[in-house]
Structures are given as C-alpha cells and as structure tokens.
C-alpha cells in the first residue's frame, strides 16, 4: 500500500481538491483507494457530499475501531470523514503519552489498499506531525506564485526534520503545481523554479479552471462533473503519471 499525505501549510493552494481527485481518479484505475480526511475544516465530506455518524475522532481517541468509521463511496473508493470535533484532536494527543505516534499506530492497522491518501490541514500541528512520521510520500500541492514558492521550501525543511526527529524516510514524491495561468508570467517562472529545484518529482500543472472549482457544489469529482474539462485532463495526467511512478518502484525493487 502506497502510504501519502497531501500536505502544505500554506492554505488553499489545492490540497482538498488534489486529494479528492487523485483519489476519484485512482479509484477509477482499478486501485483500492482510501481517501482521509484530517481536517476540522470537513472539505472532503462536503465536497463529496458525504457523512457519517463516526469520523477520524472517534477512531483517534479509541471510541470505536478505525475500520468502523470507513464509508464505501464508489467502487474501490472508501473515505473517512472529518468534523468540526477534530479540532479537538490536538489537544487529546497533547494529553496522552507518545502524542506524535498515536495516529501511526491507529492508520498502521488499515490494510487492503493499493492507496491511502491524507488530506491534511494547513498547519504543522501534532496531526500533521502524526501523519508526517507515518505516511512514506507526501505530495505538496503548491500555488504557482512567489509565496507558493517560498512555502514549498519551508515544507521540504519540514520533511528533513521529521526524517531526523523519527528516524524515517519520507520522500517527496511529487510537487503538485496549482492555480496555473500558462500566460501568467509569474506562474511559468515559479513552474521553471520548481522543476530545476525539484526536478522529476513536479508534476503536470493543474490550470486554474471554474468546472474544479464549481464541482464541490455538485458533490462530485472532477471527472464526474465535467469530464471533458482542462480540470479532467490535467488530474487524470496526474493519475497517470502517479500510477507510473508505483510501477517505477516495484521494477526497481526487482531489479535490485
Ligand atoms: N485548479 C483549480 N481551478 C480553480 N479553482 C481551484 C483549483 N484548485 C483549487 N481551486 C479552488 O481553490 C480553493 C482552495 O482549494 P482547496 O480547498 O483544495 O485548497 P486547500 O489547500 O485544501 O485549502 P485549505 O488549506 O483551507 O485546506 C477552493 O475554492 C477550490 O475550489
Ligand atoms: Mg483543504
């Protein structure tokens, strides 16, 4: 199971609409796709148009099983919701002993997906945190802008010193250019500064588009509410090139 949180603490550079289309993409690609959601914020529920009674919460602070809060919404695409209650979270973790480990241990229980992916929120909070020293991959959604840049930047510092704080090896494996304009000279020039920093690990831009923007109104994915969008063809580009990446990794671990 490839392990991935969709993380930056800058807000609203994309990471929800990232994370809810990558996962509807997977899912459509035949993967088995659990899709997270560890924001109070609730943006996966609401742009999905899903609820439950349970949520992350009540599987963190032991009230019932994780496998309990698991909701089918298509074929191979299950999630788990968040609410306002998860705001909570930070500070019930702050109280136990191992606060940084707990959320590992709970998501190290979940098996029998080819993907997990984690909406995070934009913070570096003991949640991120949590996730950070359990997920392998982090994908870093990243407005193409002077800001956008310079947060990308703190997020790789992060990422270095969670690798040293918990002994891991979490990988950036894909910087995720958003709110592209490609006539928007700011935008080429921040694309050109990703790549030459991050090189293969950036991946296709998504382009500013309304039908990405107006599909959580309609409770849907991307690909179901506009297929034939600029939206849809650079996501699914991003499957492609996500689902690519995996069988990279496997023939190298043949070969060595
Ligand atoms: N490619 C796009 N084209 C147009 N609008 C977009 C695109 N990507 C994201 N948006 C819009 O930008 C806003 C922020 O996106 P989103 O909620 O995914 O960001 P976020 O990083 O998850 O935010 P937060 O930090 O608050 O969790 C939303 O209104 C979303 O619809
Ligand atoms: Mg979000």
Redesign the pocket.
């Known amino acids: 199971m490839r392990t991935i949180c969709?993380m930056?603490h800058?807000?609203?550079?994309?990471?929800?609409?990232?994370?809810?289309n990558l996962a509807a993409g997977l899912s459509r690609k035949d993967k088995k796709v659990l899709l997270i959601d560890l924001?109070s914020?609730s943006?996966v529920g609401v742009?999905l148009r899903i609820n439950s009674e349970y949520t992350l919460y009540d599987a963190l602070t032991g009230k019932i099983p994780v496998e309990n809060c698991i909701m089918n919404l298509a074929k191979n695409f299950d999630v788990i919701i968040s609410k306002e209650n998860l705001t909570k979270a930070e500070f019930y973790l702050s109280q136990q002993q191992n606060a940084n480990l707990i959320l590992k241990k709970m998501l190290e229980r979940v098996s029998g997906y080819d993907f997990m992916l984690i909406?995070?929120?934009?913070s570096l909070g003991i949640l991120n945190q949590n996730v950070l020293a359990f997920c392998k991959e982090v994908f870093i959604?990243t407005s193409t802008d002077y800001l956008g840049y310079d947060a990308l930047m703190k997020m790789e510092k992060v990422v270095e010193e969670i690798n040293k704080n918990y002994r891991h090896d979490l990988r950036i494996t894909k910087v995720i250019p958003?709110?592209?304009d490609r006539r928007n000279k700011v935008c080429k020039q921040t694309l050109e500064d990703m790549k030459s920093h991050f090189n293969g690990a950036v991946s296709v831009p998504?382009?500013?588009?309304?039908?990405?923007?107006?599909?959580?109104k309609y409770g849907k994915s991307i690909f179901n509410h506009a297929k034939s969008s600029s939206?849809a063809d650079?996501y699914q580009q991003l499957v492609n090139e996500v689902l690519e990446m995996g069988s990279l990794r496997v023939t190298e671990e043949i070969v060595n």
């Not at 909406?119 to 934009?122: A, K, S, T, V």
């Not at 382009?207 to 107006?214: A, L």
């Open positions: 969709i930056n800058k807000g609203g550079v994309g990471k929800t609409t990232s994370a809810v924001d914020q943006n742009s909406d995070c929120p934009p959604p958003t709110l592209f998504i382009r500013t588009n309304s039908k990405v923007r107006e599909a959580p939206g650079d």
